[in-house]
């Protein structure tokens, strides 16, 4: 049993139940925003994300998420096997924009922002969040110049060539408040 549902009011779901869910890709990646975390209690980092993907991949369910490589976060998710996605309702959009603009490097997100920091399932997850995806890094790769076939959203995106690195993590567990 995972600390989400034993001391925070969580209800541990399948992955597939997110279809019951109502789960809106559209809405919760791009007008909620999320926040993409990695790390456990020797060391977390967390940014807040708008960009992103949620489907079925390989016959599974899957969220891709994208990270550039100057991000403090990406230090992180690279050394774990497992990463969360966690989304909130509206009352935490303040904390997120912070977590957005504001690097781990530089200062400590939870002591700023008052989000509470939970370690389960070998992963770092939000006392705040209302929906937590723990995901198994799956597949890793950099988006490159070369893959664009519509050339204006690279130049629109990477002027400067700091390409995201995609992560595709297999959904294993859902947590819902």
Same mark, same amino acid.
């Given at each position: ?31 909620? #925003?999320?926040?993409? %975390? ?12 708008? #960009? ?11 969220? %891709? ?7 403090? %976060?990406?230090?992180?998710? /690279?050394? $774990?096997? %497992? ?5 909130? /309702?509206? +009352? ?10 504001? +690097? ?5 997100? $939870?002591?700023?922002?008052? @989000? ?11 006392? &705040?969040?209302?929906?937590? @995806? ?7 790769? &950099? ?5 664009? =076939?519509?050339? /204006?959203?690279?130049? $629109? ?13 297999? =959904? ?6």
């Amino acid at each position: 049993m995972s600390i989400l549902t034993e001391k925070y009011g969580f209800k541990e779901l399948e992955p597939s139940a997110l279809v019951e869910k109502d789960f809106n890709p559209f809405k919760k990646i791009d007008k909620e #925003w999320f926040l993409v %975390t990695a790390g456990d209690e020797n060391g977390w980092n967390t940014m807040t994300a708008s #960009w992103g993907f949620a489907g079925i991949m390989w016959g599974r369910q899957t969220f %891709t998420t994208v990270i550039r490589p100057q991000r403090h %976060t990406k230090v992180f998710i /690279d050394k $774990a096997d %497992t990463f969360t996605i966690c989304f909130f /309702d509206e +009352s935490e959009r303040k904390a997120l924009a912070f977590c957005g603009s504001h +690097s781990g490097r530089d200062c400590n997100k $939870a002591e700023e922002t008052g @989000l509470v920091p939970v370690f389960t399932d070998g992963t770092t997850a939000f006392e &705040q969040a209302k929906l937590v @995806l723990v995901c198994e890094k799956a597949y890793v790769q &950099q988006m490159n110049a070369e893959s664009f =076939i519509n050339k /204006d959203i690279c130049e $629109a995106n990477y002027a400067s060539g700091d390409f995201h690195y995609q992560y595709i993590g297999v =959904i294993k567990k859902v947590y819902v408040k």
